[in-house]
């Protein structure tokens, strides 16, 4: 359809003049950015993945917003069922595979298959089970998922109501559903695709008198459906819970049991084991190793969040940079309008982001090393260190995926109207995103395994003040407390000209709060939950304080960050600080070091830093290195062709542009020359 | 499909009988609460023609999270003509008729029809041009809609690029699109339905020697599609502009011109006027008048946030006290969990929003009368109150309908597993009302047009420091001025056991930061735009505290507050207040009058009227009387059957659990038995 509209081009200055004055105008050098950021052969791998699915129909995501949610699935399916195939043909290893997944950017239906059934198989299954069960899972040939959370208990794993009660005559366990709320609710995979299950349920053995008794959850493995038919087993209700806010592509499942039987082997016994005759019981050896592949997926959440939000700040920045919007008030009133970044306004929204995405880089790296420092730990059997990275997980979990899905929608409002529309490339992210303030511990609750743990550390400090500890926490609660017996409220903090006096301010604010957290709970005895409040600002500061310091010390020790990044990177570090600390001014304000007067000049500091950091925005942006097809944003693209995309995509692309409509309401008919009121009609 | 599941029930205590429990332990009278809430009548009206929408298969909200983005506006179109058919049946009047659409719950392709293309007509349109127009748009014999909005330009309406030239000898008006920025673009019902539109573009009169020159831009009127064939009119180019973040039921549309010709008679000239013979231009007496629609508009959207606010904190509050989540840590091991609405860090996101619904509902109704009182001044010729219902609708609508949209979002996230999924009823309204902190006024942008109007307010103080004046911020500002000259900080404000001194508190602190923010303005001539954040503090700073005296005096005041009602609805207001305050502490210390000890109280203060409150929180959000219908929430129902209800709606209504699937891997197939593959590319 070729019409006068061809030969229109957009008002100057264009967006892709633009950014190449942006780009000019910035002496940070993108690829030292790049390489400082991904050392590791991410950036290749990316590339090399991107090419091979843009090969392929299946991957396109041109129209998937106008799909209806039934077929967000089948095509989500579809793609999943060619990743795979691909993987095979081109030997990807579970990186590639992984890179496809965050590049395709939707909840697969085979989502679940790697992270969470084979690893529960490996980390609990025996070695015969995993004998059994690896390599038909590893190969696929089995689709699995993992069925914990149910109708009525997700957070409280304790309480989860699906039975597995053991008969030693028969030697099977028995599966029952007692109740509505007992129901199998949200497993990835379960409602359409999956096959098998690693099912947790309550494990019931007899005791002597035969008197059942509950042992607590378990995880027990079995098929679920027919192989041939794949139809729900005899005995077994399986289906799909529904639209949800995202995850369109994902089955999502509800499952219940009527008196289920599988063999004693599907009891999953790495750890617990039930004996097959008597139904004795034997108990790990240590309880925290089942929470191990959630403390996984957790760290992945965490080292996942810079990369979102690296995605939204590159659309803002982009976008806002090109977008303009009125001259300046006292200025000329001749010449282009101004561009909508260089407002504070509009900056105050998008720079601080912008410095936290590196933020959450260093912290994200940090719990990497801890991660794979700890599995170390467990394989040689030393459990010592799994508290410490459950407590420190669960507080970054909170704190970054927070920031992060704020920050989506900052960004996507930021952009104003275009940002509600389609061609954000926002809409889609935020809609899967919503969901991790929520998934692996809701980030309201799980942070008070952060503050239990460091209640406890300021114990172990107040009896031991002269001991000598290994980890900053009670490094930094010791230096806190010998400092207010001795010198009361200690020296002033120069916040505003000196890096270092920031990372301690935040030291000394964390370490404030965690004694009055201490006092009102262990000396004043109040309740736990009457505390609750407290003990989520006591979390916060903590994983502020770390996300602080982690990007103070690799701007001080890390010789990647060159001399030429050093300067924009120190104001980045200083914009997230600073913005972070005049947030919770108060809270540093009550533990002494940073005076009224300094805090109240905060904000004209946080401007300044954000003049400064305005010129390299759109370098920064770059050098995270968002690939188009993930990105999938006409207002976010690369080479500026903002309005021209907006256009192709409402003129050349849109289905419902295709159909002439009947807006007379006198007349049923919808589509022009159709009489197709009913057919409407049965859709709903 | 009969299955054991029929059998099932949720697990005690159930839904309904916590609900029954709630309801009877409070004392609150939810009848009298109601009735003071809507002594007008809206109550009866809602149920009136609630009864009638349910009694059409077309306004079943059942499935439609499963339908294609095409679908919805074909069925949105389908329940628009029902509704206006329905109107005429009827013999609805404009509210019923906002009513239904209030119900329904959707953009409608109507949408614009009375709100916008109507009331323009009325307010710009000659007597001609009325007697003209009217009677047929009233009789929806043509629909219609208002394109002002571009590609390029939308706050900046000055900066429109569509021009409307006019050449004296045709006695016609030119369209002419000179970019593809000049694109019309977001025009509701523009996209597939209208056939006429209100344009707005760039006046272009010649002068003398045949040069143009722009007169700003100006409504026209016109109509751009065929009445027979409903295809554009030869030299305009329109379409939807495809999916976007809600309104998927409207056709959001896009519009360019190619030399399109109009006759003189389609300028809309109630104020300016355009001689045809010569080209002469006759501004109009107020410029302010042409952005009435826009105030209308924007003063229903404040009336409008509090019931979006109350139908979010309903469902949360109704879901909340429902699920159940762990056993209090310090105490009792056996019995029911603790209700989720019992931690108080649930109460602190959700108590809060429940206080901010009638914090909203009393400055809501002040806006309603402020704007009927304009409105009758205007139609007496006195303009001089248009100005300050400008500023003042910004500044509320801003921070209204930030706190309304954050809120759903709050709500939702509260909801915990079950706020991501389907059941919630909140995804649509998130979805719906994002669009609401960008239009009609950027948020973050027309806080300027308050800021500046205190400003102003500020030195008429300075100079007439003994003037007698009429408006309270004014006085308030004077007030300030004096005690600051005499008495420097003033006396303290007991804002923890006093209501008018939390009055008080809110009028000094946003004093405080009018005077600041004079002085860097006029005094020291600062650029405003680098005041922008200031500015915009000011701004919230002015409405938070016209929210707290609006919510004090209909204390004082309002008779129809029982005395049963006034200790609830006091620890409401306390709430509203004090929780605000707690966020914004330093501008409050900064201003004088309360101490950093008294700031320091703020937590615990809130965390005990959080107590006395949670005890009515159910029958608190009962007397919104949000209806079923418009709830359209498995969570929230007022029932409290919310496990039944997430049940059936996915196991006996969802469309996808009727099919089966292929999960192979190696084989092309997607749904069992069907060799779909390449349907399912087609669809891509």
């Known amino acids: 359809m070729r019409d006068f509209t061809e030969n229109l081009k957009p008002a100057v200055p264009t967006g892709p003049d633009t950014l190449a004055k942006e780009r000019s105008q910035s002496s940070l050098p993108v690829d030292d950015l790049s390489a400082h950021l991904f050392p590791d052969g991410f950036l290749e791998r990316q590339e090399r993945i991107c090419k091979e699915l843009q090969k392929h129909k299946v991957f396109s995501k041109q129209n998937q917003m106008d799909l209806a949610r039934p077929d967000r699935y089948k095509v989500g399916l579809a793609r999943a069922k060619m990743t795979r195939r691909i993987a095979e043909k081109l030997n990807w290893d579970d990186e590639d595979h992984q890179m496809a997944e965050y590049l395709i950017d939707e909840m697969s239906p085979y989502a679940l298959q790697t992270a969470m059934f084979i690893v529960t198989l490996r980390e609990q299954g025996s070695d015969e089970q995993q004998a059994q069960w690896l390599p038909k899972a590893e190969a696929w040939k089995i689709i699995g998922t993992y069925a914990q959370t149910e109708m009525g208990h997700g957070s409280n794993v304790r309480g989860l109501e699906l039975?597995?009660?053991?008969?030693?005559?028969?030697?099977?366990?028995?599966?029952?559903?007692?109740?509505?709320?007992?129901?199998?609710?949200?497993?990835?995979?379960?409602?359409?695709?999956?096959?098998?299950?690693?099912?947790?349920?309550?494990?019931?053995?007899?005791?002597?008198?035969?008197?059942?008794?509950?042992?607590?959850?378990?995880?027990?493995?079995?098929?679920?459906?027919?192989?041939?038919?794949?139809?729900?087993?005899?005995?077994?209700?399986?289906?799909?819970?529904?639209?949800?806010?995202?995850?369109?592509?994902?089955?999502?499942?509800?499952?219940?049991?009527?008196?289920?039987?599988?063999?004693?082997?599907?009891?999953?016994?790495?750890?617990?084991?039930?004996?097959?005759?008597?139904?004795?019981?034997?108990?790990?050896?240590?309880?925290?190793?089942?929470?191990?592949?959630?403390?996984?997926?957790?760290?992945?959440?965490?080292?996942?969040?810079?990369?979102?939000?690296?995605?939204?700040?590159?659309?803002?920045?982009?976008?806002?940079?090109?977008r303009r919007q009125f001259r300046d008030r006292d200025g000329n009133q001749e010449g282009a309008e101004m561009a909508v970044l260089d407002y504070p306004t509009v900056q105050i929204r998008i720079l601080p982001l912008l410095a936290t995405t590196f933020a959450l880089h260093y912290s994200g790296r940090a719990m990497r090393e801890l991660y794979e420092k700890t599995r170390r730990d467990i394989s040689s059997g030393d459990f010592s260190a799994l508290a410490e990275m459950h407590s420190t997980s669960s507080g970054l979990k909170s704190l970054c995926t927070t920031l992060a899905a704020d920050g989506i929608e900052v960004c996507r409002r930021a952009c104003g109207g275009h940002g509600f529309g389609g061609g954000t490339g926002l809409i889609a992210l935020n809609n899967e995103y919503l969901s991790k303030p929520t998934v692996e511990g809701d980030n309201w609750m799980i942070t008070q395994q952060t503050s239990a743990a460091i209640i406890k550390q300021v114990s172990t400090v107040i009896a031991n003040p002269d001991a000598k500890f290994a980890d900053f926490t009670s490094q930094n609660l010791q230096q806190f407390y010998k400092a207010q017996k001795y010198t009361d409220k200690g020296i002033?903090?120069?916040?505003?000209?000196?890096?270092?006096?920031?990372?301690?301010?935040?030291?000394?604010?964390?370490?404030?709060?965690?004694?009055?957290?201490?006092?009102?709970?262990?000396?004043?005895?109040?309740?736990?939950?009457?505390?609750?409040?407290?003990?989520?600002?006591?979390?916060?500061?903590?994983?502020?304080?770390?996300?602080?310091?982690?990007?103070?010390?690799?701007?001080?020790?890390?010789?990647?960050?060159?001399?030429?990044?050093?300067?924009?990177?120190?104001?980045?570090?200083?914009?997230?600080?600073?913005?972070?600390?005049?947030?919770?001014?108060?809270?540093?304000?009550?533990?002494?070091?940073?005076?009224?007067?300094?805090?109240?000049?905060?904000?004209?500091?946080?401007?300044?830093?954000?003049?400064?950091?305005?010129?390299?925005?759109?370098?920064?942006?770059?050098?995270?290195?968002?690939?188009?097809?993930?990105?999938?944003?006409?207002?976010?693209?690369?080479?500026?062709?903002?309005?021209?995309?907006?256009?192709?995509?409402?003129?050349r692309l849109n289905p419902l542009n295709r159909e002439t409509f009947n807006p007379n309401f006198w007349e049923d008919e919808i589509v022009m020359g159709k009489n197709d009121s009913e057919a409407i009609l049965a859709k709903l």
């Not at 509950?214 to 995880?219: E, R």
């Not at 004795?280 to 050896?285: I, N």
């Not at 502020?544 to 120190?570: C, G, N, Y």
């Not at 007067?597 to 010129?615: G, S």
């Open 163 to 322: 039975q597995a009660r053991y008969d030693p005559k028969t030697k099977e366990f028995i599966f029952h559903s007692p109740t509505l709320t007992s129901s199998k609710w949200w497993p990835g995979s379960l409602g359409r695709t999956a096959n098998h299950a690693v099912v947790v349920a309550q494990l019931m053995l007899p005791d002597k008198a035969g008197i059942y008794k509950s042992y607590g959850p378990h995880p027990f493995i079995t098929p679920i459906r027919d192989m041939k038919t794949h139809k729900p087993l005899p005995g077994i209700v399986i289906g799909d819970i529904g639209p949800k806010y995202g995850y369109p592509a994902m089955d999502n499942g509800y499952m219940l049991f009527d008196q289920f039987r599988i063999p004693h082997s599907a009891f999953l016994s790495r750890y617990s084991k039930v004996d097959p005759e008597t139904g004795a019981y034997t108990k790990p050896v240590n309880t925290a190793v089942v929470y191990g592949s959630l403390t996984y997926v957790r760290a992945k959440i965490i080292m996942h969040a810079r990369l979102v939000l690296a995605r939204a700040v590159t659309v803002a920045v982009r976008y806002l940079s090109i």
């Open 492 to 651: 002033l903090l120069d916040i505003l000209h000196n890096d270092k006096a920031i990372v301690d301010a935040f030291s000394k604010r964390v370490a404030d709060v965690s004694f009055k957290a201490h006092k009102e709970r262990i000396e004043k005895k109040r309740s736990w939950n009457s505390m609750l409040i407290q003990l989520h600002k006591l979390s916060r500061a903590h994983s502020q304080a770390m996300l602080v310091r982690h990007f103070h010390e690799a701007l001080e020790s890390d010789s990647t960050i060159s001399s030429k990044l050093q300067p924009v990177m120190r104001d980045c570090f200083r914009l997230f600080a600073l913005y972070t600390m005049d947030i919770e001014a108060r809270e540093f304000y009550n533990a002494g070091g940073v005076t009224n007067e300094q805090l109240d000049a905060l904000p004209d500091r946080i401007q300044e830093l954000m003049a400064k950091i305005r010129p390299h925005a759109v370098n920064l942006v770059d050098a995270w290195r968002i690939p188009e097809y993930l990105l999938d944003s006409s207002l976010g693209r690369y080479d500026g062709k903002v309005y021209e995309a907006l256009f192709h995509k409402a003129h």
